[in-house]
T-cell receptor, first 115, second 112 residues
Framework: AQSVTQLDSQVPVFEEAPVELRCNYSSSVSVYLFWYVQYPNQGLQLLLKYLSGSTLVESINGFEAEFNKSQTSFHLRKPSVHISDTAEYFC?????????????FGTGTKLQVIP | DGGITQSPKYLFRKEGQNVTLSCEQNLNHDAMYWYRQDPGQGLRLIYYSQIVNDFQKGDIAEGYSVSREKKESFPLTVTSAQKNPTAFYLC???????????FGPGTRLTVL
């Protein structure tokens, strides 16, 4: 079985400040890791993913996440947030070859960027 | 423009009525999924379909039903047996074995 823990349900941060959204997972096998972003009353959009290779992955809008196998973490970071980053962020895990029916989502972290 | 559409965006129903949520995709994906989202609980899988005319129960299928008669369509019916149907419902699709899942914009169902 696998699980995902997002420790913070809400993270307030001032505009242009750095932010880290934490994600820890538990799995007995290797996993794929994902971060999704959800704007109010919208669907989820894939932000970035780790499948294999380089442990640091980046998105096109300045977010990055680092896969840390020893700490079983996949924290999401951005060095300087913008008002438009206000959204809910979901971490997800799936084992390779498992199919999307095997995806486990975290409970989400609401990022509130304060002007 | 390829994507997933869900309609309607907001839906209100009286308790005891069945209601059907629409999900259509033009991404030519074989696999489609229905999730339920409640505040603070993340996404939970209701039903999924890997191919036309076949579907499987997810983690919380009780009180829901689906059909998959066409590749591009995967409607979800919320029946009167679902005890707490008020929620945000998300449809998704993907290529079986692929690494990316695509989500629709969601339908917010409120049962009065």
């Amino acid at each position: 079985a696998q699980s995902v823990t997002q420790l913070d349900s809400q993270v307030p941060v001032f505009e242009e400040a750095p932010v880290e959204l934490r994600c820890n997972y538990s799995s007995s096998v290797s996993v794929y890791l994902f971060w999704y972003v959800q704007y109010p009353n919208q669907g989820l959009q894939l932000l970035l993913k780790y499948l294999s290779g380089s442990t640091l992955v980046e998105s096109i809008n300045g977010f990055e996440a680092e896969f840390n196998k020893s700490q079983t973490s996949f924290h999401l970071r951005k060095p300087s947030v913008h008002i438009s980053d206000t959204a809910e962020y979901f971490c997800a895990v799936r084992r390779p070859g498992g199919g999307y029916q095997k995806v486990t989502f975290g409970t989400g972290t609401k990022l509130q960027v304060i002007p | 423009d390829g994507g997933i559409t869900q309609s309607p965006k907001y839906l209100f129903r009286k308790e005891g009525q069945n209601v059907t949520l629409s999900c259509e995709q033009n991404l030519n994906h074989d696999a489609m999924y229905w999730y339920r989202q409640d505040p603070g609980q993340g996404l939970r899988l209701i039903y999924y379909s890997q191919i036309v005319n076949d579907f499987q129960k997810g983690d919380i299928a009780e009180g829901y039903s689906v059909s998959r008669e066409k590749k591009e369509s995967f409607p979800l019916t919320v029946t009167s047996a679902q005890k707490n149907p008020t929620a945000f419902y998300l449809c998704a699709s993907g290529i079986p074995g692929g690494d990316t899942q695509y989500f629709g914009p969601g339908t917010r169902l409120t049962v009065l």
